[in-house]
């Protein structure tokens, strides 16, 4: 009976401490979207963007979004208008494109 008990608040912990790391990484997502200055031309709910041709993001798949965002940092992904936010992606790694993409679907 106690090592059932021990058993099932660990696995008790270990689901809140899941649930916590997924909501850290949401709310992270839209933390860095403001910190990285990407609602400067995206606009701030990622919908309303300060230029007509610049992408609406909110709701875009988030695999896709991080792939864009990859090739426009390597410059796979190089155009007219790609050149205003080339360098930006210079300060954002790879885990926090992931980050705000998958916040970005959630949206
Ligand atoms: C200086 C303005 C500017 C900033 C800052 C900026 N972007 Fe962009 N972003 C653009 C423009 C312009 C495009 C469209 C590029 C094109 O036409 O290929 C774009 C494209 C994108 C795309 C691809 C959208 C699609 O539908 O293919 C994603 C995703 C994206 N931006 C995310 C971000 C994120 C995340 C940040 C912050 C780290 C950011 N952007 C910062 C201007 C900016």
């Known amino acids: 009976m106690k090592k059932f008990l021990t058993l099932s608040l660990g696995s008790a912990a270990l689901a809140l401490t899941l649930g916590m790391v997924s909501g850290a990484y949401a709310a992270d997502g839209a933390e860095l979207f403001k910190v990285k200055t990407c609602w400067a031309c995206h606009g701030k709910d990622a919908n ?8 609406k993001l909110a709701g875009q798949n988030a695999d896709y979004a991080f792939n ?40």
């Open 48 to 55: 309303t963007p300060i230029m007509p041709t610049y992408p």
């Open 68 to 107: 864009q965002m990859k090739d426009i940092k390597s410059g796979a992904r190089n155009n007219g208008q790609t050149a205003a936010m080339k360098g930006v992606m210079g300060l954002v790694s790879e885990e926090e494109m992931r980050a705000i993409a998958d916040w970005l679907g959630t949206l």
